[in-house]
């Protein structure tokens, strides 16, 4: 594919405040803005995971957050509790969401065509995804920026409401991988305190993380239960079984984890994440539509190439979207 022209509007410059100054800046929730209007980070998609590396990177360096309309925006910038903090972040409604230099996605994997027509109006160096699933291909059909590309992320928040709102609460300090060209993207995470670095095998890292995803995400989701608990009986025997049953596809696609390595990395994820809810869970409590096609869909695509049968995974996703059905039939019943 033709390269795009050089954009340009020069990069805006990365300059960090000292330790105490960035502290105080975030506690007092000052919000920064760049002097040209461009931002060096943009995050597409407010939710848990987006508001948790918008908040931290907050005290290093301006960030822009683009919600969905502008009543998201609004509601965003009068404040919302990340951490036990209010943020109080530099929100903006798609539509007139302002340029910056590097975006991260993180948008439910239904929106990822939406939000890279978003991003490519923004006229970035590069546009990162740090989705579940794999949506780096739907990314680099509807965004032509230098850089487009899927990295991984296995950080955790999840959003609770409150006597006085929403609140964000992280759960559990994971790290984030990059694909070579974003290394600006992993020095400005890292500089904020989260765990980033390039992976120059980004292909296998993604598979590594669908393998996690398929695991733990529809589990938590069907028992309702935090990350951790997936690790007690009854539930470790479908977690167990849910890996091995995956790794003949994600070998056959490239993935280089035995079955002893494969378990004991879903396993450390799940211990790292203990207290997190899983993103489905998250949905299904709040009445959305899940994630369940771009994560057990995506490794049932794959199956089906290699003519391979997975009994489990096939189950779990027809478990899943009877409870996302029993879901809209409730909105629909509430709203006649």
Known sequence: ???????????????????????????????????TGRFPLAIIGPGALGLHFAARVDGIAPVALIARDAAGAARLNAGVEVGGHI?????FAAERAPEADWVIVLVKAGDTAAAASTAARM????????????????????????????????????????????RVHPAGAGETLVPPGFEAVAELLGRAGLRARVEPDIAHARLAKLLVNVAINPLAALFRVPNGALLD????????????????????????????????????VARATAANRASMLQDLLAGRRTEIDAITGALLRM??????????????????????SRNAERTDRVGC
């Open 1 to 35: 594919m033709k390269e795009p022209p050089s954009l340009p509007v020069a990069p805006s410059p990365l300059v960090a405040p000292s330790p105490s100054q960035a502290h105080a800046e975030a506690r007092s929730g000052a919000v920064a803005r760049p002097a």
């Open 87 to 91: 943020f109080h972040p530099n929100a």
């Open 123 to 166: 006229r970035p160096l590069g546009v990162l995804s740090l989705q579940n699933g794999l949506t780096g291909e739907l990314l680099r059909a509807h965004c032509a920026a230098r850089h487009v590309d899927q990295g991984i992320t296995t950080e955790g928040a999840y959003r609770e409401q409150g006597d006085h709102g929403e």
């Open 233 to 268: 009986p009854p539930h470790r025997v479908l977690l167990d079984t849910l890996v091995r049953e995956a790794l003949p596809v994600l070998h056959a696609h490239g993935l280089e984890l035995d079955e002893a390595a494969a378990i004991a990395r879903v396993h450390a």
């Open 303 to 324: 199956a089906a190439r290699t003519g391979t049968e997975l009994p489990t995974h096939r189950a779990v996703e027809v478990l899943v979207r009877a409870l996302e």
